[in-house]
């Protein structure tokens, strides 16, 4: 099992510029997350989805969409991207059924100028 | 949502058992006690995670407060690679809304 996987690594945008952060896993989790982690701070809740066609808010949504067409992928679109933005984006897997446990990917670095 | 509350930072030396507390007070019955901790420049790891009793595993014990309101992780022996940032998290029933809050940096010295 490859776990959680994001792509790319590193990006840098420059304000405006649109790009989805790309989130996938091999576990057949129904529910997966995003988070976003601002530098010496705790990590945020963008979005999360608790199946295929459901996606709902976290604490910190706005500027971000997120669909859910697949069980395996959990894209995370930027619209239009602020220096604000700039940030390290996790998303996670979590299996609900056995052992409640979630799993993180190794995060893409995020900057915007 | 339910919050919790955690020391900013503690420091422990090697070897020593290490308390890290929580502090929960408006848990609800369903609510399970999630921690997490985060190396530097990882993503966070699952550690431990409780409803009522109290639960061991390999990395760690979790003490929960007969009233609920409160726990305690306990590392038996720390070692310098626990050093990290430790959070307590709250989720009950089938809702994925994971809040983390700020955490526990935990300093473990030689």
């Known amino acids: 099992n490859a776990g959680v996987t994001q792509t790319p690594k590193f990006q840098v945008l420059k304000t405006g510029q649109s790009m989805t952060l790309q989130c996938a896993q091999d576990?057949?989790?129904?529910?997966m997350s995003w988070y976003r982690q601002d530098p010496g701070m705790g990590l945020r809740l963008i979005h999360y989805s608790v199946g295929a066609g459901i996606t709902d808010q976290g604490e910190v949504p706005n500027g971000y969409n997120v669909s859910r067409s697949t069980t395996e992928d959990f894209p995370l679109r930027l619209l239009s991207a602020a220096p604000s933005q700039t940030s390290v984006y996790f998303c996670?897997?979590?299996?609900?059924?056995?052992?409640?446990?979630?799993?993180f990917g190794p995060g893409t670095r995020l900057t915007v100028l | 949502d339910a919050k919790t509350t955690q020391p900013n930072s503690m420091e422990s030396n090697e070897e020593e058992p290490v308390h890290l507390p929580c502090n929960h007070s408006?848990?609800?019955?369903?609510?399970?006690i999630h921690w997490y901790r985060q190396l530097p420049s990882q993503g966070p790891e699952y550690v431990i995670h409780g409803l009522t009793s109290n639960v061991n595993n390999r990395m760690a014990s979790l003490a929960i407060a007969e009233d609920r309101k409160s726990s305690t992780l306990i590392l038996h022996r720390a070692t310098l690679r626990d050093a990290a940032v430790y959070y307590c998290?709250?989720?009950?029933?089938?809702?994925?809304?994971?809040?983390f809050g700020t955490g526990t940096l935990l300093a473990v010295q030689p």
């Open positions: 996670a897997s979590r299996d609900r059924v056995v052992t409640d446990t979630q799993y």
């Open positions: 998290i709250l989720n009950g029933g089938a809702t994925n809304k994971l809040i």
């Open positions: 408006t848990i609800s019955g369903t609510d399970y």
């Open positions: 576990m057949n989790h129904e529910y």
